[in-house]
């Protein structure tokens, strides 16, 4: 799921806010292999096409989310503070029309119980993965593959109108894709985030009888 900003031009004479440019040493490579290169950095994300078409032109690929919202505004709105996030971005236009449409905004997951906010009623299934409602991360950087001929960009977006530290950001995206993952690199400029640890609610045991218990009911 992925929240873009809207677009306006930005005003002549001023640093750009908005960049956009080719990275041919990923022309055609792989996103899932893309991703390899930028491991060890916090918050990575792959948006992936499953095939090229008209819906499905663009894979994208980010990581080291300046800031990430784990749980649902209170009142009305549980999107408030996400459009307060998005809101940093700027909205100035990218140079190139025909360019990937998303170089930076939210991107995420909305977890079923969110719904309860929408259309409150009992909840049927207890939460025993202790994952929020939802996970929206502001991302100022996105590489972004076209499935219709298989180019890179790498483009973003100033946030809060930090032009420079934008620059900065993306020549170390760059530096990480042409060098690949090196141990005496610098951290990312964003922000850290604790190791995401997967655990199981199931034995190996319990497991197995919850699967003859379906193929029983199934059957039956």
Known sequence: MVLASSSRRAAPGLQPAVRLERIPALDRVAPIDAAELLRGWPGLVLLESA?????SRWSFLSADPLEVLLRPSPGPDPFAEGRRMLA????????????????GGLAGFLGYDLGLRLE????????????????????DWVLAWDRRNGQAWLGGRAVDG????????LAAVRRRVETGPDNQDPPPLGRSEP?????????????ES???AIRRAIRD
Do not use: C, K, M, W
């Open 195 to 207: 190791e995401l640890v997967f655990t199981s609610s199931l034995d190996r045991g319990a497991y």
């Open 120 to 139: 409150p009623r009992a909840q049927l299934v207890p939460n025993d993965q202790g994952l929020p409602d939802l996970r929206l991360a502001l991302h």
């Open 88 to 103: 940093r971005l700027s909205p100035a236009a990218a140079a190139d029309p025909d360019g990937p449409p998303f170089i």
């Open 162 to 169: 930090g032009a420079e530290r934008l620059a900065q950001r």
């Open 51 to 55: 095939r090229p078409g008209r819906r």
């Open 210 to 212: 919850g699967v003859a």
